[in-house]
């Protein structure tokens, strides 16, 4: 991403960022369609202009262009969420915004949806590294601040962050399943769950 203060991009550095996209594009419908298992980077030139040659300058297997999609949706998610939960003033609008915001996230886009839930297995056996982290530190440090502000009863913030966010990605697979995605469903679920689980603590 640029910003408006910095320098324009050259001819060269352009071409490197469009190819790119065109790849992640590519692969994001290829995964969508075949699956991950399925799919090969054959299948994922074929959507693009460019050689092979050119394709293993960015990437050097299909693994790569999934985790690079995955990357970005980790970031996108993250940001949603976050911003969800930053406008909360209760624990029942903190839990619920943030499983919403994520479930419409899903719902809104039937490529992205279709990306997760017909290649699930392959994002829990890869969907790791440093944007996923992020994600879960994000949501560490929110439900930190909740705890400082009284908001939430104090607990393992990494522990809770994690089975929020693991609860999020399988109800959300399920809900997937579902032509149109049952949003309020899966959001009542998840916020009940936890917001029970809240509230056992707080009573201890």
Known sequence: MTTATDPPLGRREQTKR????????A???VFAELGYGAASVRDIIRRTDLAAGTFYNYFPDK???FRALLDELALEVGGLTAQARASAATLDEFVEEGFRAFFVYLAEDPVRCELLRRNAGAVRSLFEGEAIEAVLAQLGADLQRGIDAGLIPSHDTELMAT??????FE???RAADRDPVDVETATRLCTDIFLGGFARMRAA
Do not use: K, Q
């Open 171 to 173: 109800v959300g697979m």
């Open 63 to 65: 693994e790569a262009v």
């Open 27 to 29: 692969g994001r419908e």
């Open 18 to 25: 469009a190819n790119r996209a065109m790849i992640l594009d």
């Open 163 to 168: 089975a929020m966010l693991g609860s999020a």
